[in-house]
Nanobody, 120 residues
Framework: QVQLVESGGGLVQAGGSLRLSCTAS????????MGWYRQAPGKQRELVAG???????DYVDSVKGRFTISRDAAKNTVYLQMNSLKPEDTAVYYC??????????????WGQGTQVTVSS
């Protein structure tokens, strides 16, 4: 079990940027995938961005070209750079580590969540 601690959420105007950080209690990036999920009020939690142990990244269509997931293994930290934010991006964002090698195996650990609010 790995602990994940998130930071970087906040309130921004539409068109602005935020960078979320997620620091793991140990280095797991060589063996596990990492992802950012979000959940808006009344909505299902969705996978926004993922990065696997090979460094391959993927994004939900609604954020492609605006969000970038990256990692720094030396810091045990994964980031989500969010640019050109839209009000519909408003949600609680959760960092997650896969149970196995891929997120398709399920989530083994969740961050505590960080609120992102985008005003229009």
């Amino acid at each position: 079990q790995v602990q994940l601690v998130e930071s970087g959420g906040g309130l921004v105007q539409a068109g602005g940027s935020l960078r979320l950080s997620c620091t793991a209690s140990r280095n797991i990036f060589s063996t596990n995938a990492m992802g950012w999920y979000r959940q808006a009020p009344g909505k299902q939690r969705e996978l926004v961005a993922g990065i696997n142990s090979d460094g391959y990244t993927d994004y939900v269509d609604s954020v492609k070209g605006r969000f970038t997931i990256s990692r720094d293994a030396a810091k045990n930290t994964v980031y989500l750079q969010m640019n050109s934010l839209k009000p519909e991006d408003t949600a609680v964002y959760y960092c997650a580590a896969s149970r196995g090698r891929y997120l398709t195996t399920g989530v083994g650990s969740w961050g505590q969540g960080t609120q992102v609010t985008v005003s229009s």
